[in-house]
């Protein structure tokens, strides 16, 4: 097989720097052609002089100063909120690692797509919101390998059989943080609790979705956008242990399952040795040790994120738009401290009931959409209602 030129957009967050940290230990899995971050100058630069890549890209024009000078000779420096998404469309590059946070991941996702490269997503905001636009991209060649872990056991286990030979996916929870704790005392949990995620090591948007459960809503939808099974046939399981990390019930009743320790940087493996399987020098699972597997039922009523999460993949239209939009501006407002814990789903709730109805054709229109849905979300967060 061929070496890989590999594009890490994100690089300086937890998902970038454990796909550095895998490059290292695997130099076979590719090079990297390219590094792109929004304002972190300084890890940045470190990267770019250990890696060598052909591109740097930078949003933060600030932040741009103190690299400029410090790159090695023959470096591209792109600056600019266009940056990832030059850097995902490289010539020179063939698998982009999408690991930017939020919503910003969407461009360059699409950019990825549309040059036929091949995607290993991280980035779910981006297909949440851009899921039409996605499958138009994807025939002109490009790839989607997933590396979210539960999308990542979903497309091993679908190995398993015929695509009409699937009766459900299972997506595994952790639960987060907030598992046991009793519906009143929820919202008056803080930031601080909320990060505190016991078993993934994530940047603060994901951890904190994660104690919300916004991020398995989201999971959800990213599942079945990657792999075209409708809401009514995807499930959800708590398993606090974090070891399966998604299965696959088929037509006579047998269930996949896909397993490892929680770490992040065997589902990044896997997406960049795909399609082989190869040697990977971390955490072999220790069963024996792990001992018990427990699973539950999520409770909907204390995490409203997962019947909200339904509706608006049953819609399918602006309302995974206005699911993401508003959680990312309530998640911004929850971590400083202006509000609460539940804010957060009321304001996600709020946005959902108020956004205007329409069919998303262009990107404009997921921009339009994501607009309204923030500042919808930021008038139920100042005035609570
Ligand atoms: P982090 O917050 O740790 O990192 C985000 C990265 O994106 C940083 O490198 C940041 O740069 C960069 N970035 C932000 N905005 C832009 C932009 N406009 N242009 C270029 N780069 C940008 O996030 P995570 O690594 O935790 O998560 C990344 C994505 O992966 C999310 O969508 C998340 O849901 C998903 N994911 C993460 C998992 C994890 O274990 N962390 C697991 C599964 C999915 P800077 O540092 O300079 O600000
Ligand atoms: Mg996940």
């Given amino acids: 097989m061929s070496m890989k030129t590999i594009a890490v957009l994100g690089s300086t967050g937890s998902i970038g720097r454990q796909t550095l940290e895998v490059l290292r230990a695997h130099p076979e899995l590719g090079h990297v052609g390219a590094l792109c971050a929004h304002g972190n100058a300084e890890l940045l630069l470190a990267q770019a002089l250990a890696f060598r890549p052909a591109l740097v890209g930078i949003a933060d024009e600030a932040a741009a100063d103190a690299l400029r000078p410090y790159l090695p000779e023959g470096t591209h420096l792109e600056v600019g909120p266009q940056a990832a998404t030059v850097a995902a469309a490289l010539t020179e590059v063939d698998t982009v690692v999408n690991g930017v946070s939020g919503f910003a991941g969407t461009e360059p996702l699409l950019a990825a797509l549309r040059a036929q490269k091949t995607v290993a997503l991280a980035n779910k905001e981006s297909i ?3 899921h039409k636009l996605v499958d138009e991209a994807l025939r002109h060649g490009g790839k989607i390998v997933p590396v979210d872990s ?11 059989g015929a695509h009409s030979e699937v009766k459900r996916l299972w997506l595994t ?9 009793p519906k009143e005392r929820l919202c008056a949990v803080t930031a601080e609790d909320a990060l505190h995620h016991p078993t993934w090591s994530m940047g603060a948007k994901i951890t904190i979705d994660s104690a919300t459960l916004f991020n398995k809503g989201l999971e959800i939808m990213e599942a079945s956008y990657l792999f075209g099974i409708d ?3 995807i499930s959800v399981l708590v398993h ?11 037509s006579d009743s047998s269930v996949l399952a896909q397993l490892s320790r929680p770490d992040m940087r065997l589902a990044i493996h896997y997406a960049l040795a795909w399609p082989a399987r190869m040697p990977s020098a971390f955490g072999a699972l220790n069963l024996a040790e792990a001992g018990k597997l427990t ?12 019947p909200l ?6 819609e399918g239209e602006v309302l995974p738009i206005a699911y993401n939009a508003a959680n ?20 996600v709730e709020y946005a959902m009931a108020h956004i205007s109805r329409g069919t998303i054709r262009t990107f404009a229109d997921i921009l339009e959409t994501d607009r309204e849905a923030r500042s919808l979300a930021e008038k139920a967060m100042e005035k609570k209602i």
Avoid: K, N, W
Avoid at 150 to 160: D, K, M, T, V
């Fill in 128 to 130: 949440v919101c851009a």
């Fill in 173 to 181: 929870a952790s639960g987060g943080p907030f598992r046991t704790l």
């Fill in 309 to 314: 999460a339904y509706a608006a993949l049953a």
């Fill in 240 to 250: 606090p242990e974090s070891i399966v990390h998604s299965m696959v019930e088929f």
């Fill in 295 to 306: 699973f539950e039922a999520p409770d909907e009523e204390r995490f409203p994120s997962i």
């Fill in 328 to 347: 990312e501006a309530a998640v911004a407002r929850f971590r400083s401290g202006e509000i609460g814990f539940c804010g957060v789903f009321h304001a």
């Fill in 231 to 233: 809401g009514a046939r």
């Fill in 150 to 160: 539960e999308q990542s056991a979903i497309f091993q286990c679908l190995c398993g």
